[in-house]
Protein backbone atom coordinates (compact mmCIF):
# COMPACT_ATOMS: atom_id res chain seq x y z
CA UNK A 1 0.00 0.00 0.00
CA UNK A 2 1.52 3.29 -1.24
CA UNK A 3 -0.48 5.51 1.14
CA UNK A 4 -0.22 9.29 0.93
CA UNK A 5 2.64 9.80 -2.12
CA UNK A 6 4.13 13.31 -2.50
CA UNK A 7 6.18 14.37 -5.51
CA UNK A 8 8.56 15.53 -5.77
CA UNK A 9 10.76 15.23 -2.65
CA UNK A 10 13.28 18.03 -3.61
CA UNK A 11 12.38 21.43 -5.15
CA UNK A 12 14.69 24.41 -5.17
CA UNK A 13 13.62 27.28 -6.61
CA UNK A 14 14.23 30.73 -7.64
CA UNK A 15 12.12 34.01 -6.11
CA UNK A 16 9.17 34.28 -8.24
CA UNK A 17 9.19 31.11 -10.10
CA UNK A 18 5.72 28.40 -10.00
CA UNK A 19 5.60 25.54 -8.96
CA UNK A 20 2.69 22.64 -8.38
CA UNK A 21 2.95 20.08 -5.68
CA UNK A 22 1.43 16.91 -6.11
CA UNK A 23 -0.41 14.58 -3.40
CA UNK A 24 -2.42 11.77 -4.46
CA UNK A 25 -3.81 9.07 -1.84
CA UNK A 26 -4.94 5.89 -2.26
CA UNK A 27 -7.02 5.08 0.73
CA UNK A 28 -10.13 6.04 -0.67
CA UNK A 29 -10.12 9.26 2.16
CA UNK A 30 -12.37 11.45 1.96
CA UNK A 31 -10.13 14.36 3.44
CA UNK A 32 -7.29 15.97 2.12
CA UNK A 33 -4.72 18.78 3.82
CA UNK A 34 -1.44 20.44 3.58
CA UNK A 35 0.77 21.40 6.17
CA UNK A 36 3.94 23.34 6.45
CA UNK A 37 6.56 22.57 8.83
CA UNK A 38 9.31 24.94 9.66
CA UNK A 39 11.76 25.29 12.65
CA UNK A 40 10.35 25.95 15.75
CA UNK A 41 6.98 26.52 14.28
CA UNK A 42 5.43 23.03 14.32
CA UNK A 43 2.85 21.58 11.62
CA UNK A 44 0.73 24.69 10.25
CA UNK A 45 -2.40 24.33 8.08
CA UNK A 46 -2.24 25.64 5.01
CA UNK A 47 -5.26 24.75 3.14
CA UNK A 48 -7.66 21.10 3.31
CA UNK A 49 -9.89 19.77 1.26
CA UNK A 50 -13.03 18.08 3.62
CA UNK A 51 -14.27 16.29 0.52
CA UNK A 52 -13.97 16.23 -3.00
CA UNK A 53 -14.99 19.34 -4.65
CA UNK A 54 -14.19 21.74 -1.65
CA UNK A 55 -11.35 23.46 -0.42
CA UNK A 56 -11.22 25.53 2.64
CA UNK A 57 -8.39 27.84 3.68
CA UNK A 58 -6.31 26.76 6.74
CA UNK A 59 -4.02 28.95 9.20
CA UNK A 60 -1.23 30.04 6.83
CA UNK A 61 -3.10 30.35 3.21
CA UNK A 62 -1.50 33.35 1.92
CA UNK A 63 0.82 32.67 -1.49
CA UNK A 64 -1.06 29.71 -2.49
CA UNK A 65 -3.60 28.14 -4.28
CA UNK A 66 -4.87 24.23 -4.04
CA UNK A 67 -6.97 22.14 -6.47
CA UNK A 68 -8.67 19.15 -5.37
CA UNK A 69 -8.40 17.36 -8.34
CA UNK A 70 -10.57 13.87 -7.68
CA UNK A 71 -10.91 12.15 -4.59
CA UNK A 72 -7.48 10.81 -4.64
CA UNK A 73 -5.37 14.10 -5.88
CA UNK A 74 -4.98 17.79 -3.96
CA UNK A 75 -2.13 19.46 -5.62
CA UNK A 76 -0.53 22.47 -4.06
CA UNK A 77 0.51 25.41 -6.33
CA UNK A 78 2.91 28.40 -5.34
CA UNK A 79 2.26 31.16 -8.03
CA UNK A 80 5.37 33.24 -7.13
CA UNK A 81 7.92 31.58 -4.50
CA UNK A 82 9.16 33.52 -1.79
CA UNK A 83 12.49 32.86 0.65
CA UNK A 84 9.59 33.02 3.07
CA UNK A 85 7.93 29.86 1.50
CA UNK A 86 10.94 27.96 1.91
CA UNK A 87 10.09 25.12 4.10
CA UNK A 88 8.88 21.11 4.07
CA UNK A 89 5.27 20.52 3.21
CA UNK A 90 3.70 17.44 4.42
CA UNK A 91 0.07 16.21 2.83
CA UNK A 92 -2.48 14.31 4.79
CA UNK A 93 -5.26 12.34 4.12
CA UNK A 94 -8.24 11.14 6.48
CA UNK A 95 -11.78 9.37 6.17
CA UNK A 96 -12.90 13.09 7.59
CA UNK A 97 -14.56 11.71 11.04
CA UNK A 98 -13.40 13.38 14.12
CA UNK A 99 -12.05 11.11 15.45
CA UNK A 100 -9.56 9.84 12.83
CA UNK A 101 -6.00 10.62 12.37
CA UNK A 102 -4.19 11.93 9.81
CA UNK A 103 -2.10 9.76 7.28
CA UNK A 104 0.94 11.71 6.41
CA UNK A 105 2.61 11.63 2.99
CA UNK A 106 7.12 11.95 2.98
CA UNK A 107 7.33 15.26 2.44
CA UNK A 108 8.90 17.86 -0.10
CA UNK A 109 11.36 19.81 1.08
CA UNK A 110 11.42 23.29 -1.10
CA UNK A 111 14.21 25.49 -0.84
CA UNK A 112 13.18 29.52 -2.53
CA UNK A 113 16.78 31.45 -3.31
CA UNK B 1 -9.18 29.89 20.34
CA UNK B 2 -7.57 26.08 19.73
CA UNK B 3 -3.95 25.66 20.75
CA UNK B 4 -1.72 22.77 21.95
CA UNK B 5 1.67 24.06 24.11
CA UNK B 6 4.53 21.97 24.10
CA UNK B 7 6.29 23.74 26.27
CA UNK B 8 9.76 21.38 26.55
CA UNK B 9 11.44 22.39 23.05
CA UNK B 10 14.32 20.02 23.25
CA UNK B 11 14.56 17.00 25.58
CA UNK B 12 18.43 14.58 26.25
CA UNK B 13 18.43 11.79 28.13
CA UNK B 14 20.53 8.75 28.48
CA UNK B 15 19.20 5.56 27.45
CA UNK B 16 17.12 4.07 30.02
CA UNK B 17 15.98 6.65 31.50
CA UNK B 18 12.46 7.55 31.54
CA UNK B 19 11.16 10.63 30.03
CA UNK B 20 7.98 12.60 29.79
CA UNK B 21 7.01 15.02 27.43
CA UNK B 22 4.43 17.60 28.35
CA UNK B 23 1.61 18.47 26.34
CA UNK B 24 -1.42 21.17 27.39
CA UNK B 25 -4.21 22.14 25.34
CA UNK B 26 -6.95 24.83 24.96
CA UNK B 27 -10.07 24.20 23.42
CA UNK B 28 -13.79 25.22 23.63
CA UNK B 29 -15.33 22.21 22.38
CA UNK B 30 -17.19 19.72 24.49
CA UNK B 31 -16.14 16.76 22.38
CA UNK B 32 -12.23 16.56 21.12
CA UNK B 33 -9.65 14.13 20.04
CA UNK B 34 -5.73 14.20 20.92
CA UNK B 35 -3.20 13.06 19.21
CA UNK B 36 0.48 12.00 19.72
CA UNK B 37 2.76 11.72 16.16
CA UNK B 38 6.50 11.02 16.09
CA UNK B 39 8.69 12.20 13.46
CA UNK B 40 11.89 10.60 13.71
CA UNK B 41 15.47 11.92 11.42
CA UNK B 42 14.50 10.17 8.56
CA UNK B 43 11.35 12.97 8.80
CA UNK B 44 8.20 10.93 8.31
CA UNK B 45 5.15 11.23 10.90
CA UNK B 46 3.91 8.44 12.52
CA UNK B 47 1.03 8.51 14.43
CA UNK B 48 1.16 6.89 18.22
CA UNK B 49 -2.04 7.41 19.67
CA UNK B 50 -5.27 8.86 20.03
CA UNK B 51 -7.77 9.81 22.99
CA UNK B 52 -11.13 11.03 22.84
CA UNK B 53 -12.30 13.74 25.63
CA UNK B 54 -14.70 11.52 27.51
CA UNK B 55 -11.82 8.75 27.81
CA UNK B 56 -9.60 9.53 31.09
CA UNK B 57 -7.97 5.96 31.03
CA UNK B 58 -4.03 5.88 30.73
CA UNK B 59 -2.94 3.77 27.99
CA UNK B 60 0.01 1.75 27.80
CA UNK B 61 2.00 0.35 24.94
CA UNK B 62 5.05 -1.24 25.30
CA UNK B 63 7.76 1.27 26.86
CA UNK B 64 4.80 4.16 26.07
CA UNK B 65 2.13 5.61 28.45
CA UNK B 66 0.17 8.21 28.36
CA UNK B 67 -1.26 10.16 30.89
CA UNK B 68 -4.68 12.58 29.44
CA UNK B 69 -6.28 14.79 32.53
CA UNK B 70 -8.87 16.51 31.59
CA UNK B 71 -8.77 18.63 34.91
CA UNK B 72 -5.59 20.45 34.04
CA UNK B 73 -6.03 20.04 29.51
CA UNK B 74 -2.89 18.12 29.81
CA UNK B 75 -2.09 14.37 27.85
CA UNK B 76 1.30 13.38 28.91
CA UNK B 77 3.66 10.67 27.09
CA UNK B 78 5.68 8.62 28.48
CA UNK B 79 8.72 6.61 27.93
CA UNK B 80 10.16 4.29 30.21
CA UNK B 81 13.51 3.06 29.75
CA UNK B 82 14.55 4.74 26.82
CA UNK B 83 16.30 3.75 23.65
CA UNK B 84 17.98 5.32 21.06
CA UNK B 85 15.57 4.82 18.58
CA UNK B 86 13.31 6.87 20.31
CA UNK B 87 15.08 9.89 19.19
CA UNK B 88 12.83 11.85 17.44
CA UNK B 89 9.97 14.92 17.25
CA UNK B 90 7.04 14.68 19.12
CA UNK B 91 3.99 16.47 18.32
CA UNK B 92 0.84 16.87 20.05
CA UNK B 93 -2.17 17.29 18.17
CA UNK B 94 -5.97 18.77 19.17
CA UNK B 95 -8.58 18.01 16.55
CA UNK B 96 -11.34 20.83 15.93
CA UNK B 97 -14.29 21.67 14.05
CA UNK B 98 -13.68 23.43 11.10
CA UNK B 99 -16.63 24.65 8.07
CA UNK B 100 -19.03 22.16 6.44
CA UNK B 101 -18.88 19.20 9.09
CA UNK B 102 -14.81 19.21 8.30
CA UNK B 103 -12.28 18.46 11.06
CA UNK B 104 -8.51 19.72 11.71
CA UNK B 105 -5.56 18.89 13.41
CA UNK B 106 -3.94 22.09 15.27
CA UNK B 107 -0.32 21.01 16.16
CA UNK B 108 2.22 22.00 18.82
CA UNK B 109 5.45 22.81 18.24
CA UNK B 110 7.00 19.74 18.95
CA UNK B 111 9.39 18.44 21.04
CA UNK B 112 12.74 17.02 19.90
CA UNK B 113 14.21 14.12 22.36
CA UNK B 114 17.37 12.96 22.15
CA UNK B 115 18.08 9.64 23.98
CA UNK B 116 22.07 9.10 24.10
CA UNK B 117 23.93 6.07 24.45
Known amino acids: NAGVTQTPKFQVLKTGQSMTLQCAQDMNHNSMYWYRQDPGMGLRLIYY???????DKGEVPNGYNVSRLNKREFSLRLESAAPSQTSVYFCASSPGTYNSPLHFGNGTRLTVT | AQKVTQAQTEISVVEKEDVTLDCVYE???????LFWYKQPPSGELVFLIRRNSFDEQNEISGRYSWNFQKSTSSFNFTITASQVVDSAVYFCALSRHGGAGSYQLTFGKGTKLSVIP
Open chain 2, 27 to 33: TRDTTYY
Open chain 1, 49 to 55: SASEGTT
